[in-house]
C-alpha cells in the first residue's frame, strides 16, 4: 500500500536552516509529482511547491522561491525539502503528498522556529 | 499565478441539513479543481477530483460541480463525521493554489 513517512517532529532556531523528508512507499517514487503543503496553526493550507523525482523537475509557488529547497534522491525513494533563514513565520506544519490531487498525504511534519 | 476564492469562510449547521460550498477561480480552470476535507489535527483526505469525480471511497453524500471559474461542493444529509475543514484546490498548472478554506462546525 502506498505510504508517505514524514521525518519528525523539528525544533530550530532563527536563521537555521532544516531539511524534512518524506519516505514514500508502495509505489513507482519516480513517476509521480510530489507535493508539499504548509499550514500554520489554525490557519489554511499554503502550496509550496512540487517535484517529480523522475527527473528532478521542480516548481515553487513565488512566495517560496529562496524559502524551500526541493531534492530527492531515488535511491531511497525520499523526498526532501529545506528551508532556510527560518523565522518565526516559518512555524508550521508541512506535509507532503503524492499527486496533482494528492490521494495520499504524509502525516505531516510540526517545525517550530524558537530561539 | 490563479487565486481560488472560497466561501463561506464558516459554516454552522445541523446533521441532516443539505450545505454547499462554493469555490471560485480567478481565471479558466476548465475541471481541473479538488476538494480536500481536514480533521483538527489529521492530514487532509481527498474527496473530488476533476470537479465532479469522487475519490475512492467517499461517501456518495458529497457531490462536486462546476467548471471554468466556478465550482461548488454539496453535502446531503450531514453526518457528525462531516464536521471539519474544507478546502478546494486546482491542479490546472503549478502553482497549484489552495483556497482559503471553510470550517463547518456543528449547530
Known amino acids: 500500500q502506498v505510504q508517505l513517512q514524514q521525518s519528525g517532529a523539528e525544533l530550530a532556531r532563527p536563521g537555521a536552516s532544516v531539511k524534512l523528508s518524506c519516505k514514500a512507499s508502495?509505489?513507482?517514487?519516480?513517476?509521480?509529482?510530489m507535493q508539499w503543503v504548509k499550514q500554520r496553526p489554525g490557519q489554511g493550507l499554503e502550496w509550496i511547491g512540487a517535484?517529480?523525482?523522475?527527473?528532478?523537475?521542480?516548481r515553487y509557488t513565488q512566495k517560496f522561491k529562496g524559502k524551500a529547497t526541493l531534492t530527492a534522491d531515488k535511491s531511497s525513494s525520499t523526498a526532501y525539502m529545506q528551508l532556510s533563514s527560518l523565522a518565526s513565520e516559518d512555524s508550521a506544519v508541512y506535509y507532503c503528498?503524492?499527486?496533482?490531487?494528492?490521494?495520499?498525504w504524509g502525516q505531516g511534519t510540526t517545525l517550530t522556529v524558537s530561539s | 499565478d490563479i487565486q481560488m476564492t472560497q466561501s463561506p469562510a464558516s459554516l454552522s449547521a445541523s446533521v441532516g441539513e443539505t450545505v454547499t460550498i462554493t469555490c471560485r477561480a480567478s481565471?479558466?480552470?476548465?475541471?481541473?479543481l479538488a476538494w480536500y476535507q481536514q480533521k483538527q489535527g489529521k492530514s487532509p483526505q481527498l474527496l473530488v477530483y476533476?470537479?465532479?469525480t469522487l475519490a475512492e471511497g467517499v461517501p456518495s453524500r458529497f457531490s462536486g460541480s462546476g467548471s471554468g471559474t466556478q465550482f461548488s461542493l454539496k453535502i446531503n444529509s450531514l453526518q457528525p463525521e462531516d464536521f471539519g475543514s474544507y478546502y478546494c484546490?486546482?491542479?490546472?498548472?503549478?502553482?497549484?493554489?489552495f483556497g482559503g478554506g471553510t470550517k463547518l462546525e456543528i449547530k
Open positions: 503528498a503524492r499527486g496533482g490531487y494528492p490521494l495520499y
Open positions: 517535484i517529480y523525482p523522475g527527473d528532478g523537475d521542480t
Open positions: 508502495g509505489y513507482t517514487f519516480t513517476s509521480y509529482w
Open positions: 484546490q486546482h491542479h490546472y498548472g503549478t502553482p497549484y493554489t
Open positions: 476533476n470537479a465532479k
Open positions: 481565471e479558466n480552470i476548465y475541471s481541473y
